[in-house]
């Protein structure tokens, strides 16, 4: 859901919170998080490059400042925001440093697409931090022991413009790349390209677009979908600018038991019954 490019990109870089319960209102997806001793509950989004704060939520926990830049999301404008270092938080008893984190205004965010409070969207750097089972269906996510084998059929992870992709086939033998998005709760995007290829035409027009405003989007039906052996059919499908072909979200993968594994660039998925 989050993508952001960072114009200007100058840098390279308690008590313990513990929460093996996944919030799930609809298709987003939440768990708690600790922040110097602030609590909060937490956007989980492993489509974002970088673990984000509203800006209000980073004043109550005396985050600091940082470098001012403009951000890009998946709406239909740019956005300030500023990139701070040395921040720290721990989710499930594991304490995380994120080497910079993005700080900005999220209430649009709030009110127009999650429709919740969202002081925080912890991106990447929680699934970087380990091995996690999550089963969205359950309502559960947890760290996995050292040696515990996944179950389900193993995907290797391919990198595509910071985000984590998957491969799926549409109808016809077609294999695209797409995000493996767990902050998209608006269902499944594709690439205008792709939508020609497949021949698939408009029916509508919604709103969409996350961080940087709202932005029509066309709508149209992909007759068939398979993901890891599974098949899904007749799915809406929203058209969206950008470089991904894909991005499967929460209502695509909720069919699924997951395990993510993003320091091996692995992830597992086992349909459920």
Do not use: C
């Not at 359950?138 to 059929?153: L, V």
């Not at 491969?167 to 269902?187: E, M």
């Amino acid at each position: 859901m989050t993508r952001i490019i960072l114009a200007a990109l100058a840098l390279t870089l308690s008590v313990p919170a513990s929460a093996d319960e996944l919030i799930v209102r609809g298709d987003r997806l939440f768990l708690p998080v600790e922040v110097d001793g602030q609590t909060a509950e937490a956007l989980l989004d492993s489509g974002a490059e970088l673990t984000i704060f509203d800006a209000r939520f980073a004043r109550q926990a005396g985050t600091g400042a940082g470098e001012e830049v403009v951000a890009r999301g998946t709406g239909a404008d740019t956005m300030t925001a500023q990139l701070v270092e040395g921040i720290a938080i721990t989710v499930m008893d594991r304490p995380i440093a994120l080497a910079v984190a993005a700080v900005m205004d999220l209430s649009d965010i709030e009110a127009r697409v999650v429709r919740s409070a969202v002081p925080i969207i912890a991106g990447r750097d929680v699934f970087d931090a380990g091995r996690l089972a999550i089963d969205i269906e359950g309502a559960t996510i947890r760290w996995m022991a050292e040696g515990e084998e996944p179950a389900g059929t193993k995907l290797a992870l391919t990198v595509a413009n910071g985000i984590e992709t998957i491969p799926v086939t549409f109808g016809g033998g077609h294999v695209a790349q797409a995000d493996f998005d767990l902050g998209n709760g608006t269902g499944l995007l594709i690439s205008a390209e792709l939508a020609s290829r497949l021949g698939l035409k408009p029916v509508g027009i919604e709103p969409g677009g996350g961080i940087g405003g709202a932005a029509g989007r066309q709508v149209v039906y992909v007759p068939e979908l398979d993901i890891a052996g599974k098949s899904f059919h007749h799915v809406r499908a929203h058209v969206a600018d950008g470089d991904a072909a894909a991005n499967v979200g929460v209502d695509l993968l909720r069919q699924f038991r997951i395990v993510t594994d993003f320091p091996n660039r692995l992830v597992w998925l086992q349909p459920r019954e």
